[in-house]
């Protein structure tokens, strides 16, 4: 027959205690450490995952995908806007309002004949 009784520690047994509690102590907070970074990780690829099929979901829906393309900016004399189109096809990607300071530029070039305020 056995049983659990209480046993005194020697200082060297204290002692080694100590060493093995601050050794796993370690360990404790490094695996802590991976975990947040695993789950950083996993929530990223969760977000990057989630943003690719709202927006393959976006295409499928609209029929219509955004790209990056070079535009230019056309204004032909005595219009009072710009037209923007695409570089590669001539396509219209839309039309703004020249601002004011372009609409100056346009009627007094960069002579000093502009008005003045008051």
Do not use: C
């Amino acid at each position: 027959m056995t049983e659990i009784v209480r046993d005194k520690l020697t200082q060297a047994e204290i002692l080694q205690a100590g060493e093995e509690l601050a050794a796993i102590e370690k360990e404790l907070q490094a695996a802590r450490e991976e975990r947040k970074s695993t789950i950083a990780s996993i929530a990223a690829r969760m977000n990057a995952a989630g943003k690719r099929i709202q927006e393959l979901a976006d295409q499928i829906q609209t029929g219509f995908r955004s790209v990056e393309v070079e535009v230019l900016r056309i204004v032909k004399p005595g219009e009072d806007h710009a037209r923007i189109i695409r570089a590669d096809t001539n396509e219209l990607v839309r039309t703004e309002a020249l601002t004011w300071p372009e609409r100056q530029e346009r009627l007094f070039g960069d002579s000093d004949e502009r008005p003045g305020p008051g």
